[in-house]
């Protein structure tokens, strides 16, 4: 796994993990890297610091290390969900049907976020239909 500190046209920076460079390079040419913040799909890639080698004999991070980068990614990833729900309407069982009701111009386009299954997601994928399957953390309101 590789990860990329990226940057949309509009100067958003995030993060992003890809198998490989390839994947990267694959992906982006696809028009499939967006930007979480304002959804763009011109994004490349921002300077980046060099990775520090591990020392000898050192399978894993640090623990401390890899509890930060956890805490990075849940914090990411509760950031999502917040700008989602924040700009989106739930359609809740109903995505499916509501995005190809969008996708063929039967309603007004809009952002829209809910729950399908994975032989809706594939059926949507070969229809055409552009969505995107993200993890959905769980609330902390405690």
């Known amino acids: 796994m590789i990860v990329y500190d990226l940057r949309c ?3 958003h920076g995030f993060e992003a993990w890809f198998r490989d460079s ?3 390079d694959e992906q982006a040419a696809a028009g499939k890297v967006t930007c979480p913040t304002c959804g763009s799909r011109r994004v490349e890639k921002a300077p980046m610091a060099p990775r520090v080698a591990k020392a000898r004999g050192s399978d894993s991070p640090a623990p401390d290390r890899e509890e930060k980068m ?3 990614l849940m914090r990411a990833a509760r950031e999502i969900r917040r700008k989602v729900e924040e700009s989106c309407d739930y359609v809740g069982p109903e995505f499916a049907e509501e995005a ?3 996708h063929y111009g039967e309603t007004d386009a809009r952002g829209i976020y809910g729950e399908t299954s994975d032989d809706e997601a594939r059926d949507l994928s070969e229809e055409g239909v552009e969505f995107g399957r993200i993890p959905w953390p769980t609330r902390q309101d405690s």
Request: hydrophobic share 35%.
């Open 22 to 24: 390839a994947a990267y």
């Open 9 to 11: 046209r509009k100067s």
């Open 100 to 102: 190809r009701k969008i």
């Open 70 to 72: 956890q805490g990075a």
